[in-house]
Nanobody, 118 residues
Framework: QVQLVESGGGLVQPGGSLRLSCAAS????????MKWFRQAPGKEREMVAG????????TYAESVKGRFTISRDNRRRTVNLQMNSLRLEDTAVYYC???????????WGQGTQVTVSS
C-alpha cells in the first residue's frame, strides 16, 4: 500500500535547525513531484517547498526562501526538508505530499510536529 512517513520533527529554539525526512513506499516514487506543506493551528495549509521528479527544479514559499532546502533521493525513495534559522512562525505540522499530475494522483503523509519556541 502507499505510504508516506514523515520524521524529524520536534522542539527547537529560534535560530535553530531541524531536518525533516519523508520515506515513500507503494508507488513509483520518481514519477511524482514531492512537496512539503505545513499547517499551523487555525490556519490554512500552505506549501513551503517543492521539487521536480529528477530534483532539478525547486520552489519555495517566500517566507522560507533562503532558510529551507528541499531535496530528494530517488534511490532511497526519500524527500527531505532542511530547515535552518527557524522562527516562531515556522511552528506547524509539516506534511509530505506526492503528486502525479498526469495521472491525477496525490498522496499525503500523516504529518510531523515542528515547534519553535524559546
Amino acid at each position: 500500500q502507499v505510504q508516506l512517513v514523515e520524521s524529524g520533527g520536534g522542539l527547537v529554539q529560534p535560530g535553530g535547525s531541524l531536518r525533516l525526512s519523508c520515506a515513500a513506499s507503494g508507488f513509483t516514487f520518481h514519477y511524482y513531484i514531492m512537496k512539503w506543506f505545513r499547517q499551523a493551528p487555525g490556519k490554512e495549509r500552505e506549501m513551503v517547498a517543492g521539487v521536480t521528479r529528477d530534483g532539478g527544479v525547486k520552489t519555495y514559499a517566500e517566507s522560507v526562501k533562503g532558510r529551507f532546502t528541499i531535496s530528494r533521493d530517488n534511490r532511497r525513495r526519500t524527500v527531505n526538508l532542511q530547515m535552518n534559522s527557524l522562527r516562531l512562525e515556522d511552528t506547524a505540522v509539516y506534511y509530505c505530499k506526492a503528486e502525479d499530475l498526469g495521472a491525477n494522483n496525490e498522496y499525503w503523509g500523516q504529518g510531523t510536529q515542528v515547534t519553535v519556541s524559546s
